[in-house]
């Protein structure tokens, strides 16, 4: 190694080491999660409280239909399906009626 690498050397990791910090600094980061899509059917009564539900769980409503009951395609956090699915059918004594579209 001739006098004098050492000194560029030195240089050019810190060059690339400033450019990795400021890269990292203004970059976007999303957690990655995995989701459940599912059509979830519940009397009128009970819409308020499974969206109040679906909120808690940070689960994302695609849509909703009214008719004779209401009709909700959601995409929920995989962690909180299960307990959800659960609490809803407690919720509403066994009508609501879960279909998983994935």
Not at 18 to 41: G, M, Q
Not at 77 to 93: D, G, S, V
């Amino acid at each position: 190694m001739v006098w004098g690498d050492e000194t560029r050397h030195g240089k050019l990791v810190k060059a690339y080491g400033d450019t990795a910090k400021a890269v990292i600094a203004v970059a976007s980061w999303e957690e990655h999660r995995l989701w459940v899509k599912a059509r979830v059917v519940v009397d009128w009564a009970e819409h308020r409280r499974l969206k109040n539900e679906l909120e808690a769980v940070q689960a994302i409503i695609d849509s909703e239909a009214f008719e004779d009951g209401v009709t909700l395609e959601v995409r929920i956090p995989a962690e909180a399906f299960k307990t959800l699915q659960a609490w809803t059918i407690n919720l509403t004594r066994g009508h609501s009626r879960w279909k998983p579209l994935d």
